[in-house]
Every structure is written in structure tokens, then in C-alpha cells.
Antibody, heavy 119, light 111 residues
Framework: QVQLVQSGPEVKKPGASVKVSCKAPGYAFPSYGLHWVRQAPGQGLEWVGWISAVQDNTNYAQKFQGRVTMTTDTYTTTAHMELRSLTSDDTALYFC????????????WGQGTLVTVSS | QSALTQPPSASGSPGQSVTISCTGSSSDVGGYNYVSWYQQHPGKAPRLIIYEVDKRPSGVPDRFSGSKSGNTASLTVSGLQAGDEAEYYCSSHAGSSNFVVFGGGTKLAVL
């Protein structure tokens, strides 16, 4: 069973950038790639993007294109998501998640990383 | 505004069945057999309960079932239990330009 462990909470000022990490300790990088999903306080799930296990192929939600970068380090089985030009609307719990059945669903989730954007 | 439309709430009594709909378009739900459903309890990460329209991951009770007709997918929870009270989200593959889209979520109450 894959476990995903994410980095700790972050507090950032508007206009800054944040980098969240997600590690799968003891496992090879998930073959179906890794999704990033966020959830603003009291709101629903919002898909941010996906990165493949090989060649760093990415697919970002149109809303975040130009502002997000996802990378992986297969040697450390760690994925990173960097989000730039933060606003208060980016305050959310950010999850990494991966699937064992197909590229579009996720049965393993990290614990979430709270990113707070406040002046 | 979410790409997929779900009713904001649903309810049922213990033992009853309830169905939650998820309406999209031919570009997502109607175009691919990659509809997933997630259950989320407060303060927890989502849990996958249905993938590829009607498949259940290991460990998910067969009280949960999924289906699709045209641009609308449905999740049916039968034999409602108190522990089923949660938020339910649908998602779908939506092509290479919008890999995954979510519904707005449905809060299921077990009365």
C-alpha cells in the first residue's frame, strides 16, 4: 500500500511562491503518475495538475497554467508542486494523490499541506 | 463553478438507498469511461469508492455502485448506514486539455 507523506504547513504573503513536496517513502515513483488536488476552506475539491512517472510529462488545469510547476525526483521518489504569484484565493489544503488503477483516479492520498496566503 | 454538476445535498434514512447524480458533457463524462467517485469525511482526505464508472477498489463495500448514461454519471449507496454520512465528489477525465475535472460535491445526510 502506497503511503504519501507531504511537507508541513506554509504561510506566505501575497505575490510570493510556495513549494509543496510529496514523498512516497520506500516505493518506486507511482506508475500512474501523481495528481495535485486542492481544497479551499469549506469548499470542494479542485484538480490542479498531474505529473507522470517518466520524462516529467505534465498536465495542468487551465486555471493554473503559467503559475504552477510540477516536478519529480525519481531517486528520492519525491514530487514537488510550486505555485507562484499567490493570492488569498490560493489559501487551501493541497493534496498529492496517486492511483493504482488508471491515470485519472486516485486511491492513495497524502495527508494534505495547508497553504495560507495572508498579508 | 465546477465543471461537473452535482446536487448540493442528498439524504436518506438508514437502510434506504440514495442516488447522487453528476452531470457533465460529451467532453468529459459522456466522452470517457473514466468517472470516479470519492467519499470525504470532515477533516479527512478523500477516499476513492468508484473508478472507471462502475468499478470498486478493494475494500469498498458493494453497497456502493456506479453507473453512467450519456453525460450523467450516478452513484448509488444502498443500505444506508450512519457512517455513509459524508461529502461525495465525482470526477471525470476530460481530454488532454483538462485531464481531470471534479464536481462541486454532494453532502449526504443519513437521517
Amino acid at each position: 500500500q502506497v503511503q504519501l507523506v507531504q511537507s508541513g504547513p506554509e504561510v506566505k504573503k501575497p505575490g510570493a511562491s510556495v513549494k509543496v513536496s510529496c514523498k512516497a517513502p520506500g516505493y518506486a515513483f507511482p506508475s500512474y503518475g501523481l495528481h495535485w488536488v486542492r481544497q479551499a476552506p469549506g469548499q470542494g475539491l479542485e484538480w490542479v495538475g498531474w505529473i507522470s512517472a517518466v520524462q516529467d510529462n505534465t498536465n495542468y488545469a487551465q486555471k493554473f497554467q503559467g503559475r504552477v510547476t510540477m516536478t519529480t525526483d525519481t531517486y528520492t521518489t519525491t514530487a514537488h508542486m510550486e505555485l507562484r504569484s499567490l493570492t488569498s484565493d490560493d489559501t487551501a489544503l493541497y493534496f498529492c494523490a496517486t492511483g493504482s488503477t488508471d491515470w485519472y483516479s486516485a486511491d492513495y492520498w497524502g495527508q494534505g499541506t495547508l497553504v495560507t496566503v495572508s498579508s | 463553478q465546477s465543471a461537473l454538476t452535482q446536487p448540493p445535498s442528498a439524504s436518506g434514512s438508514p437502510g434506504q438507498s440514495v442516488t447522487i447524480s453528476c452531470t457533465g458533457s460529451s467532453s468529459d463524462v459522456g466522452g470517457y469511461n473514466y468517472v470516479s467517485w470519492y467519499q470525504q469525511h470532515p477533516g479527512k482526505a478523500p477516499r476513492l469508492i468508484i473508478y472507471e464508472v462502475d468499478k470498486r477498489p478493494s475494500g469498498v463495500p458493494d453497497r456502493f455502485s456506479g453507473s453512467k448514461s450519456g453525460n450523467t454519471a450516478s452513484l448509488t449507496v444502498s443500505g444506508l448506514q450512519a457512517g455513509d454520512e459524508a461529502e461525495y465528489y465525482c470526477s471525470s477525465h476530460a481530454g488532454s486539455s483538462n485531464f481531470v475535472v471534479f464536481g462541486g460535491g454532494t453532502k449526504l445526510a443519513v437521517l
